[in-house]
């Protein structure tokens, strides 16, 4: 195959010369084309990550997508160009396209069975069916033998299925794809079409069936009419990203209302909130893929979080419960502040401490469907649990605590009949150190104490002016770099987690939704401190140490601020860390020198080396179309100029238009090619000499006499050739016994416009002719080409400027050219190489006589 593909290139090359070169331009230029898109793309994608710019990974994984396609493409014009040299590019390049996108980008999952999955069926095999949540929850509930309500699992299959159903995901892809997360308006626009996309859609039958027979199998286990919850379980919720309160949670839900509350769960995953947290995870949209979870409804006497460790000091040798009467929606939402219960980790569990909330309102199942909120009186709610409860709720955390061997956040609710159940289990995210733990220092502050008290839920130090929220619709208003002050910590303040520099809030506690973001974002927190809505007078600089549950007037100097800074842990393990990734298998150039033995494919470590690799053999390629041999003249217009010089151009297109009346022939005006004429316009110099001897081309001859041939002078043998368009030119040049291959470029994109110049031959001694080289490369190094000598060849390139820098330059190197014809007869030594390099810059072009000087 590979033979004759290079049989049919050499046919073409003899037989065809003029189509053949034409389609070896078009591919040329072709690739010129992508190889700066390509360069185009994987600086936008350099740009993301070095000035942390903030986009949805389906915006990364366009991007990529376009790099590689563009690749492709530039690696098919290289073969074009040449069909067998190159072909052990392609496997190189399968292998890096392999690694960036196994690392970095999953491959979406084609839908599939199964539907639903019972939670008392979930094994270790259905964790990317069933989502983090419900795995989590039913692996504890088997493993410890915990008390769960019965349930369900609408599974991330089922959420494909909606979506292809539906004709949803391409519209997703395409407006995420689009979205910058920075621009708030456009978010919200993105969230409001998408979410209302979801609802509008419909369930397929047979899953709507499925999900329906789910349900009543359900309520044939229970002895009351049955409402159920349906609760989010992403792909990655409840892990390093717990993703806590950004998701859809739907309570008591009856059977006429299934398939509307499944809907709402789903379109859950691309409200604002969600769309945004998911983003600075570095998660991608199909990574996040939905299952829900439906449990039996609880109508809970009261509801909690247990922490197995203290978030913000995890030496602490105590284990948390967080209670509440009635469900733990209040608790969740942060809108009111708990029983606190301390307990021992060791054995006997001793109660160490009860910290009073003083709840004054609990949710409660609404009869018909949803929930309520009913008055409650804050002294009753301090004895929500008993200690024996407490105790089994402490044991509990202990046992899953060595069974995942971390810390955990666990949520609890106990019956109407006494009975506690196990509502849900992920990882506790503890404090991060501070930046200079030393030199942290909060206790010496000497500012004046504002306010002081509350609870720690995310520690660290923050200055900025305080900005009071009065109600949430004030949400936009909120100005970077403020401490918020709110009544309860909200969920939706996730959104402003790298807006703002700290919060505070009359009531809540650490084991809010908001709490777990707080943490992951290293954004100082202090919740349940009374009076914090009227304490602070808005727009004055406070400075709050949220370790010391204190509010100080002023503002701290700015190293101890640094000192205790706390990381952006979310940041630093999601979408920036997972964008560097992907770009060490695209950006990084480590083939810089065309002249090394590692530039080969093999040596081709990312896209941009392939990319840089496939642009220099092609130009190459190019530039050796002027040392072919052609049988022939066909398709060549013979040049008809007052130069001595022997020439044929073979046009590829707008690149000259024939003499009318002058049969093969063309004229120097009729000529069209810009960088044709701009060497032209330096060889026709008023100061150059030219012999009216043609210039022979004296080595051909010679070779053909000794072979005892008998040849013409005007056989296309000895002529010079000049391959042109109107900005590309290639020319062979013949002068004598000296041989001069010039390829130029000079398009209105600078990026890809160059000059390819190699000069070799002469008719003196070996050490003349190298001083002819060095002379050549003086000068050309005074115009700002790089050149290389070896021996008495010297090749250069001067690339990358606008058409108006090529012309200036192709018009030197015509005067060069037409200066230096015999030079190699006359140079004596170094010196005189130097003297005539300087005086050819200051305009003598003539060194066929004596100057003063020379001698």
Known sequence: MEFARLVRHWAAEVLSPAAHLQRRYQSFRKLLEHDRSCHELIARLEELHYLHRLVDWKAIEHLYNQVADHLATVLACLHSIHPTRYRDLDRVFKRIDAQARLTQIGAPTEPGRPWIVACSEITSEHHDLVGGKAYQLARAAAAEAIEMPLGFVVTTQAFRAYLEHNRLQPEIDRRLASLD???????????RDLTQRILAGTLPTELEQELLRAFQHLQSQTRQPLRVALRSSALAEDSSASFAGQYRTVLNVAETDLVRAYQQVLAGKYSERALLYRIRSGLGDEETAMAVVVLEMVEARASGVIYTRNPAAAADETLAIHAVAGLGEALAEGRVSPTVLLLSRDLPRRLVAVRGGGQDYARVPEARGGTRGIPLDPAASATVINQTQARVLADWGLRLEALWGQPLDIEWCLDQQERLLLLQVRPLRLESMAADAAACQPEQITNPVLASGGQCASGGLAVGPVFILARESDLDRVPEGAILVARYPSPQYARLAERVAGVVTEVGSPAAHFASVAREFGLPLLVD??????????????????????????RVPMDQLQACARPNVLDAAGYRRRLAELLQYVAPLHLTDPEAATFSPAHCRSLHDLLRFCHERAT???????????????????????????????????????TPGWKRRVQVENIHCAPFQALWRGLTHPRIQWSRVPHFNWVEYDRIAVAGGIISPNSALFASYAVVSRDYLNLSLKFGYHFVILDALSAESGQDNHILLSFSGGGADFEQRSLRAEFLRQVLDRLQFQAKVTGDVIEARFQGADSATIAAKLDWLGRLLGATRLLDMRLRDAATVIRWADQFMRGRYDFSREEPGDG
């Open 181 to 191: 997360p920075t621009d708030r308006s456009a978010l919200t626009e993105t969230a």
């Open 620 to 658: 190459q390629e190019m530039f050796a179309v002027g040392d072919r041999r052609y049988a022939g003249k066909r398709g060549a217009f013979r040049l008809v100029s007052p130069l001595p010089v022997f020439c044929y151009v073979l046009d590829l297109g707008g690149g000259m238009q024939p």
């Open 529 to 554: 401190l009374p009076g914090a809505m009227t304490a602070f007078t808005a727009g004055t600089d406070v400075t709050l140490a949220a370790d010391r549950c204190t509010v100080f007037a002023g």
